[in-house]
């Protein structure tokens, strides 16, 4: 159980171009959802919070207007990343906790090459 | 905010060796420290965590210790292997923010046959 999925896995973009990255709960509701970034060797940063149904809450640095959050369901969301630039290219990680749990279950990631 | 140091940067042991990794953080509301092991290119897997109320907490070769007076935390990996071989991050979280985690830098762990 606590199965996260990511889709898709790696997506190479233009630069000036729109990249969409859903992640989804299997077999759970998700009250709230992460998003993360990885740069290569380096930690996984938090970018944003999600709550089913209410605007994403954004970490400092991180632009809102760049990096669109979508938490429409209890079991998806979705995070867009427009008018993609190289320096965007990175492991993008998706996680999503229950109500009243601390556990995060993490998706398997998206690898984003902005060429 | 909470900000989570981690030591090593990198870590290399013999096999069957033991292996420590530390961790602090700096905001006392933080009450829970899961550890995640990571391989290239794949998501971090938790291996062990502990909540504010519990000092230390064994799964077979994994254990981990808190001192919260302290604000610190440690993973003990006992007779390592081969396949210990990864990236190893800690993290803190607490209810209040929504339990989001912030990670630790990670330690490269290298387990030598």
């Known amino acids: 159980g606590a199965v996260v999925s990511q889709h898709p896995s790696w997506v190479i973009c233009k630069s000036g171009t729109s990249v969409k990255i859903e992640c989804r709960s299997l077999d759970f509701q998700a009250t709230t959802m992460f998003w993360y970034r990885q740069f290569p060797k380096q930690s996984l940063m938090l970018m944003a919070t999600s709550n089913e149904g209410s605007k994403a809450t954004y970490e400092q640095g991180v632009e809102k207007d760049k990096f669109l959050i979508n938490h429409a369901s209890l079991t998806l969301s979705t995070l867009t990343v427009t008018s993609a630039h190289p320096e965007d290219s990175s492991f993008y990680i998706c996680?999503?906790?229950?109500?009243?749990?601390?556990?995060?279950?993490f998706g398997p990631g998206t690898r984003l090459t902005v060429t | 905010g909470e900000n989570v140091e981690q030591h090593p940067s990198t870590l290399s042991v013999q096999e069957g060796d033991s292996a420590v990794i530390k961790c602090t953080y700096s905001?006392?509301?933080?009450?829970?420290f899961p550890w995640y092991k990571q391989e290239l290119g794949k998501r971090p897997q938790l291996i062990i965590d502990?909540?504010?109320?519990?000092g230390e907490k064994k799964d077979q070769r994994i254990a981990v210790t808190l001192n919260k007076t302290a604000k610190h935390f440690s993973l003990h990996i006992t007779e390592t292997q081969p396949e210990d071989s990864a990236v190893y991050f800690c993290?803190?979280?607490?209810?209040?923010?929504?339990?989001?985690?912030?990670f630790g830098s990670g330690t490269r762990l290298l387990v030598r046959p």
């Open positions: 996680s999503a906790r229950v109500t009243g749990a601390y556990e995060q279950y």
């Open positions: 993290a803190a979280s607490w209810m209040d923010s929504s339990y989001k985690l912030i």
């Open positions: 905001d006392s509301a933080s009450n829970y």
């Open positions: 502990i909540r504010s109320n519990v």
